[in-house]
């Protein structure tokens, strides 16, 4: 059988259009070695930023903690408990996790609750007098919007009444923090609601922690929202629990109204108030979405 043999045609090339082509290939070469370099350290200085802020939240909740550790005692003691529960177990978490590679989401949970932690120490500083007064925000500024982004994404009616809430943070009213809690803590309950219905928290979990009337907990809740993130670790679930119970100690304090708990509040008392269930609020959105 005759073999059929093709003509393959090769194109010349000039010593000047090689030197042209190595030269394009090492540029683009060069291009990518840079665009590389450039991204490590867009990422390092990330990095860099992303760790200085931890180490600054860290270094400002010990701060508060001293300060209230500075106190014998608070007008505010059942809060003051939760406030250094919440401490205490942020410090065993992060000691318990210690050399473990930590998944992103893993990372926000624990430093999101830092700086709730912290929050919540200055609150109780604020409570008992021991404020930042140079950090007040005008009225005006105390009672402006925000977080409209986050609640959005859980309903409209949550953003009018969060606006609410805010609107009756007023030095001149003697129920602004009580009226304040009262619309935080329904607002906080319908989100976790939304985003964690009874059915789908009992489809995943059926043994779930519920009610007597067979309602899901909120403990139930924050779990399901937290494994949903892709943590299990029970340490970061049980701190961030520890960080919801905080949030609910600061509701029933205020709705309460006990021990001279009710009067009027001053602009950096009522800005604490504010920077703490923002924080909450904020978390919670940040565990949903």
Partial sequence: ??????????RRVTPAQFRAAVQKAQRQQKKAVNDYKREVRTYNAAVRRHNTAVENQRRRLD???????????????????SVTTLAR??????????????????REIVDRVSEGAADSAYLLNALDGDGDPEADPTEDELRSPSLQTELQAFSPDL???WTGALFALSPSNPDAARHFCTSARELMIEMLNIAAPDPDVLAADPTCDTRDNGEVTRKAKV??????????????TDLVEADQDNVVTLFRTFNQGTHGQAGRFDITQLNAVRQRVESAVSFVHSLCF
């Avoid at 177990?89 to 893993?106: C, I, K, M, N, R």
């Fill in 223 to 236: 779990k399901y929202l937290v494994n949903r993130r892709g943590v299990t670790d029970v340490s970061i």
């Fill in 1 to 10: 059988m005759p073999t059929l043999k093709l003509g393959v045609m090769v």
């Fill in 63 to 81: 701060q508060e903690i001293r300060r209230v550790n500075s106190r014998e005692s608070s007008t505010f003691t059942g809060y003051r408990t």
């Fill in 159 to 161: 953003v009018a009444r």
């Fill in 89 to 106: 177990s942020y410090e065993e978490t992060e000691q318990h996790l210690a050399g473990h590679a930590l998944s992103v989401a893993e």
